[in-house]
């Protein structure tokens, strides 16, 4: 059976807050972080360029887990 999450109505909320923040204003600082770093040069020794790429994939990450577990919540009555 696929997992589910158990969450109240405000758990689920504050989940799907935090992915509207993580999809809006975050991917956009990062996405900056990304401009700024290429706009350095030399990729292959980009310490701000590796940080920011890292940073996106581990935003991604979470993302893809917020989306599992909207997807997947099963809401109790508290």
């Known amino acids: 059976m696929a997992k589910e999450y158990v969450l109240t109505r ?3 909320a504050k989940l799907k807050e935090e992915l509207e923040y993580k ?3 975050e991917k ?3 996405a900056e972080q990304l401009k700024v770093a290429i706009s350095y040069g030399d990729l292959s020794e980009n310490a701000e360029y590796d940080a920011a790429k890292n940073e996106q994939a ?3 990450e979470r993302i893809y887990k917020l989306e599992t577990m909207i997807k997947k ?3 109790i009555d508290e």
């Open 10 to 12: 405000e758990g689920l």
């Open 23 to 25: 999809e809006t204003t």
């Open 28 to 30: 956009m600082r990062i």
């Open 58 to 60: 581990e935003l991604e």
């Open 73 to 75: 919540a099963k809401i």
